[in-house]
């Protein structure tokens, strides 16, 4: 794992998906941990190797590891250990608005 290796997760956004920084190229959004590990896989990083909790390789702002959803409070919840998570997508307002908004403009064409 190369050591000066810089990695930057930005705070959630609007829809809990957190922007990843690599030696200062953005390498896009994540929206859950998996996407995290793969956007470092995809730096070089053996994804088996990384802690999401090491402070000396990943700088976390606006929230840790376990924080994936805006503002809320709510954490990512791993299906298979039962942490923290923002829940499905209904329980999330911004995105249920949109799929109504989505259903009545697909009922009026």
């Known amino acids: 794992m190369p050591p000066d290796l810089r990695i930057v997760v930005y705070p959630p956004d609007a829809e809990g998906g957190r922007r990843v920084r690599v030696?200062?190229?953005i390498l896009g959004r994540a929206l859950d941990?998996?996407?995290l590990l793969e956007f470092l896989r995809r730096a070089g990083l053996d994804p088996d190797d990384v802690r999401m909790d090491d402070e000396l390789l990943i700088e976390w702002r606006?929230?840790?590891p376990a924080m994936w959803s805006p503002d809320t409070g709510e954490q990512w919840r791993n299906?298979?250990?039962?942490t923290a998570s923002?829940?499905?997508a209904s329980a999330?307002?911004?995105l249920?608005?949109?799929a109504c908004v989505g259903s009545?403009?697909?009922w009026l064409m």
């Open 23 to 25: 030696d200062g190229e």
């Open 33 to 35: 941990p998996a996407d």
């Open 62 to 64: 606006g929230g840790g």
């Open 79 to 82: 299906q298979a250990d039962n």
């Open 86 to 88: 923002p829940g499905p």
């Open 92 to 94: 999330r307002p911004g």
């Open 96 to 98: 249920a608005a949109r």
């Open 104 to 106: 009545a403009l697909g």
